[in-house]
């Protein structure tokens, strides 16, 4: 079950299942794909960011693997975790509390991280006999560093926050208040920009990415990139508007 609330361009989505620790079950993962499409498809004017969190007491403690199998749910959880990274606004994952298996797989997903320091992190996979996904392993990779996906992939290793926040994996420590301020600070700034370095983070390509290129030469030609350049020589807090 998920809860979302939108005030001042930032979509909070939280997940709502405390009696389950916010583990993912399959209806779950559908809402958040439903919850991505509408994201989606608003307009800049009306969603700039989106701050992902869970009820208390945890973030998410994983799959809720009463009756699943691989299949249509690895499937599904594929698709949801790179819904997040494919959003053209940034993504934070406000984690408080335990955030394991699937739940790191939702943290590595967003682009941006914000945690209380005590927060446990990792993919306890070899506890249960299951794999993950090469996504994931390359993710977790790629957002925590090789050493560390190691130890957590190979050793079912876990990690508290503020471990991750030294080297560099979570980005702040905090809590909820301080992600939702930190994505109105992010609504401010030039969504084409964001857009465009979110697509070159995600390309797997070495050499040139034709969506990038494209996308890059739209902010420079636009609206926003005139009004940046403007803003600073008046010594002023610039106003974008995605165009």
Known sequence: MLRVERNDRIELITLDRPERRNALDHESILELIDEQERVASASL????????????????????????????????????????SSLRVPVIASIDGPALGAGTQLVVACDLRIATPDSVLGVPAAKLGLVVDHWTVRRVASEF??????????????????????????????????????????????????????????????????????????????????EGRTAFLDKRRPAFTGR
Do not use: N, Q
């Not at 799959?63 to 691989?70: K, N, Q």
């Open 145 to 226: 560093s090789a050493s560390i996906a190691r130890a957590m992939l190979v050793a079912a290793e876990t990690y508290t926050a503020a471990d991750l926040h030294r080297t560099g994996g979570i980005h702040r420590l905090g809590g909820l208040d301080d992600a939702l301020d930190w994505a109105g600070r992010l609504s401010m700034l030039a969504p084409l920009t964001m857009h465009a370095h979110k697509v070159a983070l995600e390309s797997e390509s070495i050499g040139v990415d034709a969506e990038f290129e494209s996308l890059r030469t739209e902010a420079w030609a636009s609206a926003d990139a005139g």
């Open 45 to 84: 004017d009306e969603v700039r960011a989106v701050v992902l969190t869970g009820a208390p007491p945890a973030f998410c403690a994983g799959a809720d693997l009463t009756g699943v199998e691989e299949g249509r749910f690895a499937t599904d959880l594929a698709r949801m975790l790179h819904g997040f």
